[in-house]
C-alpha cells in the first residue's frame, strides 16, 4: 500500500480521538499546546510530597481534574485510571460520531502500563489505619488491571470483547495493535483501543526514584524531561489517556465516516534481555518497526515523522536513537514528553493521537531541548524537531514507538487517507 492512497474495505482505519493529559483536556487544547511550545511539568503540590521527604519534587499532573468531568458516582467507584481512559473513550466515540454498530461487533483493547494504583494503595491505607472491615467492597473492582478497558466497554455496551494487554510503557501501543488485529481478523468492525495510567504517587515516586529512572532537576521543571539532550537524567512521571476509535474501512465508509488515518502496520517484539534495560543493540525494536512497515507495505524511506518512546533516560535514548537513525532515516523526531511527561501505560496512547493529528496537519510537535540534541545522537543521523515544531508539507507516513520495562516493544504506522 503506498501513502495516501484510497483505502481498502478491510484497511483498519482511526474515526475517532481523544486524551485528556498534562497538557489538556481534550485532543484540541492538547494540541494547541503543542504548539505554543507548552510544557506541563511542574513543582508537585501534593502534601505526600513533603510528607515523605521524597528526592524527586517534579510531575506533570493532569491538566483537568476528572472531578470536574464525572458523576460523583462514578468517581467513587472508579480509579482515576480508569476515570481518565473513561474520559478519553467519551471523547473518541463522539467524534468518530457515536458509530452505529453491533454490539457484538464492537469491542474495547485499553490498557494500563502500573494498573490502578491509587485505589491499591487507598486500600491498604484504609486497612492498615482502621481495619479491615473498612475496606470497602468496590476496591475489587477499581483495582483490577482491566478495570479501565472494563468502564469503557461498559458504557459502550461492547459485547465483542473488552481485552487489557499489559506490557508496562507499551501497554497502550500495544493495545492498539491488538485492537487492529482484531479487525484485521474479522472480529470486529469498530474498536476503542489505548492506553491509560495515573500513578503520582509517594510510593511510585519513590520506586522509580530508586531505580534512578527519574530526572532530579527539582529546581527547574519545565525543563527536566529532556530527550535525546546530551545531559538528560531520567523521565517525569505524567499521567492521563489516549485513546483511539478503530474501525474497519468498508464499515466508516457506509456510514459515511471522516477517516482521520488508516492504521497501516503495527509489530510487537520482546527483548527477553533484561528487566528494566533495553537491549543495548536495539535489535528487537528496530524489528518491531521494520515489522510494522512490512505489515504496512512502506518502504521505510517513506516515513517522514515519528514520534519517539524517548522518556528521557541515559540508556534508552541512545538505543532508540540508534534504531530510528538506521530504519527511518528521513524521519523528523518528536519526543513529546519533552512537553507531557511519562504517561506510563498512557503514553503510547496519546502519542498515536499525537501522531494521527501530525498526519492530518502535516505539522511534527516540538522537542523542548534547553540545549540542543546530544552530539553523540546527531552523529548517529537522528534529526530531531526543535523547540518551534516543524512543517512537514508532503508527509504521508508517519510512526509512534512505544518500549516498556520488561522489553516490550511497539511500533505503530499510520498513513493519510
Sequence with gaps: MSPEAECRPDDVVVTGLGTINPLGADVESTWSALHEGTCAVRTLEHEWVESHDLPVRIGAPLAVDPAEMLPPRQLRRLDRASQCALLAARQAWEQAGAPQVASQRLAVSVSPGMGPVLSVMEAWDT?????????????????????PAAAVGIELGAHGGIHAPVSACASGAEAIAYGADLIALGRADVV?????????????????????????????????????????????????AGLLVLERAAHAKARGAR???????????????????PEPSGAEQERALRLALERAGLDPGCVGHVNAHATSTPAGDVVEAGVLARTVPNAAVS???????????????????????????????????PAGVDPE?????????GPQGRDLPQLTAA???????????????FTRQ
Excluded: C
Design 127 to 147: 486497612l492498615r489505619d482502621k481495619g479491615p472491615r473498612r475496606v470497602l467492597p468496590t476496591a475489587v473492582p477499581a483495582l483490577m488491571p482491566n478495570a
Design 192 to 240: 476503542v483501543a489505548g492506553g491509560t495510567d495515573a500513578a503520582l504517587h509517594p510510593m511510585t515516586v519513590a520506586a522509580f526514584a530508586a531505580m534512578r529512572a527519574l530526572s532530579t532537576r527539582n529546581a527547574d521543571p519545565q525543563t527536566a524531561s529532556r530527550p535525546f539532550a546530551p545531559d538528560r537524567d531520567g523521565f517525569v512521571l505524567g499521567e492521563g
Design 259 to 277: 477517516i482521520l488515518a488508516v492504521m497501516a502496520g503495527s509489530g510487537v517484539t520482546a527483548d527477553a534481555y533484561d528487566v528494566a534495560r
Design 335 to 369: 519526543a513529546t514528553k519533552s512537553a507531557t511527561g511519562h504517561l506510563l501505560g498512557g503514553a503510547g496512547g496519546l502519542e498515536a493521537v499525537l501522531t494521527v493529528m501530525a498526519l492530518q496537519e502535516r505539522w511534527a510537535p516540538p522537542t523542548l531541548l
Design 377 to 385: 545522537l546527531a552523529q548517529l543521523g537522528l534529526d530531531v524537531v
Design 399 to 413: 510512526a509512534s514507538t512505544s518500549f516498556g520495562f520488561g522489553g516490550h516493544n511497539v511500533a505503530l504506522v
